[in-house]
């Protein structure tokens, strides 16, 4: 099954991709988490992508649609994916069409601006594997380190207040044009993010018949 995880900073779409992933067996592609590792790497993607990303905007088309072009390559996309985080505009999404790459079913998790700004104030990431934590909704088992790897949590940079207003607004102009583009396609399948994580994760099998 090819999935597209869509909706707002902080809607919990790298949440249920980790948890849609293992129902399917299927990879979960967060461009995001590709970004923040070539920035960590400073390789020239990364370069080329730190001031979009720590000013809440978008990294440029071309860049993104070339690392997922190449990773949509790799065996283990062969009986399906998770793309959390892409398309983000309508020449992404566009492109993603023109691959000739067949999307079975876009899920929209919807939320209010105000629960994410709320959302984001707690999150803690793991900057060794990648995993995200709540303070309130979903600890580590001691609060400070990571369940995985015991590597010490930090804030995600673009969680500062300001950037993720910023986030937000680019997703209101950018990126919500989409709901209409799969909408029209008969794709779109939304899925109210609010609730727990487990309440959330049930739904999002529901939406996609799982
Ligand atoms: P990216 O990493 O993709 O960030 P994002 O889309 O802004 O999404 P987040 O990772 O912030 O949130 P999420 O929806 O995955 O929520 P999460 O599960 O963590 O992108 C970062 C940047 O890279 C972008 O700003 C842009 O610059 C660039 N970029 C990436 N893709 C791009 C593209 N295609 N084109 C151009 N640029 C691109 O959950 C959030 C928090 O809430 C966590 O603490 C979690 O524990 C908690 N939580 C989750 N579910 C619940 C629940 N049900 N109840 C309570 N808390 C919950």
């Known amino acids: 099954m090819n999935i597209i995880f869509f909706g707002p900073p902080g809607a919990g779409k790298g949440t249920q991709a980790d948890v849609i992933k293992e129902c399917l067996g299927i990879p979960a592609i967060s461009t995001g988490a590709m970004i923040r590792d070539a920035i960590k790497n400073n390789t020239p993607m990364g370069l080329a992508a730190k001031e979009a990303t720590s000013k809440g905007a978008l990294v440029p088309d071309e860049v993104v649609i070339g690392i997922v072009k190449e990773r949509l390559q790799y065996d283990d996309c062969k009986k399906g994916f998770i793309l959390d985080g892409f398309p983000r505009t309508i020449p992404q999404a566009e492109a993603l069409e023109a691959m000739g790459v067949g999307i079975d079913a876009v899920v929209s998790f919807e939320i209010s601006d105000d629960t994410i700004v709320e959302r984001m104030s707690g999150r803690r990431v793991c900057a060794a594997c990648g995993a995200t934590y709540h303070t309130v909704y979903n600890p580590s088992k001691d609060g400070a380190h990571c369940d995985n790897c015991g590597t010490e949590l930090t804030i995600r940079k673009d969680?500062?207040?300001?950037?993720?207003?910023?986030?937000?607004?680019?997703?209101?102009?950018e990126t919500e044009p989409l709901i209409d583009f799969y909408d029209k396609r008969g794709k779109l399948r939304k899925v109210n993010a609010v609730g727990s994580l487990e309440a959330?994760?049930?739904r999002t099998k529901t939406a996609l018949g799982i």
């Open 200 to 202: 959330v994760s049930a």
């Open 159 to 173: 969680d500062d207040p300001a950037v993720v207003k910023s986030r937000l607004t680019t997703y209101h102009a």
